[in-house]
């Protein structure tokens, strides 16, 4: 199983390039599902997330072809399940849902995996799709849902969830009537997801605010669309700057999509100027301490609160971070503290008090966002720091010890 490890204590410096968004190339890549004609999405990253992901399509004989830019057919779809080998280790995956509901009549889908970062139920998704006339049952660990035509519905979700704002609007594209989606999530990836929609004829308004108005209407056609930057993996560089006293131009992020992150880092002195295409991001002289509470978009987003925890650990002061979105979501914490880190968890807050220096240790990821805070911690500490399962990494980060190695930071990847 690889590792990454990395000596600490060198400033980055220099030019990063964003890749494509994986929370806007999954739903988007299951849009597909919902037309015969082909499709071609672009700026697609290459994770191990996308691969599981195109393997669950083509298991329903849907035709893939390429990388990067991906053309995807499923005009000769044979089959509508989700089988629970594939999806066991990526959540996203309950988003054929409804796609198969939509286009076929009938879906078979395992209940998901993914980060154990939380409960994460998909009971809006089930409720959703049986006001809109579907029958489903859970048998077996599997969802199964039957309709005829879906029926346009008011459709109330008790709390924000993107995954099922996701599934459901590409639902409701093809179902009968006009659906509307209260207490929708506002997510930058749902308003991506809606475009490439509306490329496919879909008639969708209001994504990107909390409510979502969908007009069904009888076939959807082909598209060409290209994916939008990660804007975590943008959060992520900016923090590296910060926490080891650098300078990065972060090129290919959308500087509106990262607003929450980009106020709380220049309360803790950081200097961050847009450019032409992108981000020109600078350390401050010190890091001063802040509060972050985690809130569905555009609140500061859950996918940053371990980065941003690992910058304050090396911060002036006494800083309180409280996740709102998931329950489980400070597993990291415990690594961070075998780097010499001075944290206390209190319910659903974290109080990390700033110690002068992290010193390297030998790690273990336990999930995607965590491996990269403990990425974060490691280049600012003294010594090596060895992070093992980063196979969590690989899920949400492209040539992740590539792109640090070229800011300067002495990393590699061990087998």
Request: proline residues 4%.
């Amino acid at each position: 199983m690889d590792k990454i490890v990395i000596s600490g204590g060198r400033p980055l410096h220099g030019d990063v390039q964003i890749s494509g968004a994986k929370n806007a190339a999954l739903p988007v890549l299951t849009a597909a599902l919902l037309t015969e004609e082909p499709c071609t999405f672009s700026n697609i990253p290459d994770l191990v997330d996308i691969k599981t992901a195109c393997k669950l399509l083509r298991n329903m004989g849907v035709e893939i072809e390429g990388a990067g830019t991906i053309k995807i057919s499923a005009e000769k779809m044979t089959n509508s399940v989700a089988p629970y080998d594939l999806v066991k280790t990526m959540r996203a995956s309950i988003l054929v849902l409804g796609p198969l509901v939509a286009r076929t009549g009938k879906a078979r889908v395992s209940l998901p995996g993914g980060c154990a970062i939380g409960a994460r139920p998909v009971n809006l998704h089930i409720k959703a799709l049986q006001d809109m006339g579907a029958t489903v049952d859970l048998q077996g660990g599997y969802i199964e849902a039957r309709a005829g035509r879906l029926k346009g519905a008011d459709i109330y979700f008790d709390l924000p969830t993107v995954t099922g704002t996701e599934n459901i609007m590409m639902a409701a594209t093809l179902a009968e009537g006009t659906t509307v989606l209260n207490n929708a999530a506002r997510e930058p990836e749902i308003v991506n997801l809606a475009e490439v929609l509306r490329g496919m004829g879909a008639k969708i308004n209001g994504a990107g605010t909390d409510v979502i108005t969908i007009t069904g209407v009888s076939r959807l056609s082909g598209t060409e669309a290209a994916i939008i930057p990660d804007r975590i993996e943008a959060g992520t560089f900016m923090i590296a700057a910060g926490i080891t006293g650098g300078e990065i131009n972060v090129l290919g992020c959308i500087p509106q999509h990262l607003e929450a992150l980009i106020n709380k880092l220049r309360d803790t002195g950081m200097k961050i100027q847009p450019m032409e295409g992108g981000l020109r991001v600078a350390a401050g002289s010190k890091i001063s301490s802040v509060d972050i509470k985690t809130l569905p978009h555009p609140g500061f987003p859950t996918d940053l609160q371990a980065q941003i925890m690992a910058y304050l650990c090396v911060a002036s002061g006494l800083s309180v971070i409280t996740e709102t979105v998931f329950e489980n979501r400070f597993m990291h914490v415990s690594e961070l503290m075998r780097m010499g880190a001075d944290i206390t968890i209190q319910g659903g807050s974290a109080v990390v008090r700033g110690v002068p220096a992290l010193n390297g240790a030998q790690t273990m990821a336990t999930d995607l966002r965590a491996s990269a805070s403990l990425i974060l911690a490691a280049l600012v500490a003294r010594g090596e720091t060895e992070i093992s399962r980063v196979y969590h990494i690989d899920r949400g980060y492209e040539n992740i010890e590539k792109k640090f190695s070229a800011l300067g930071a002495d990393i590699k990847r061990v087998k």
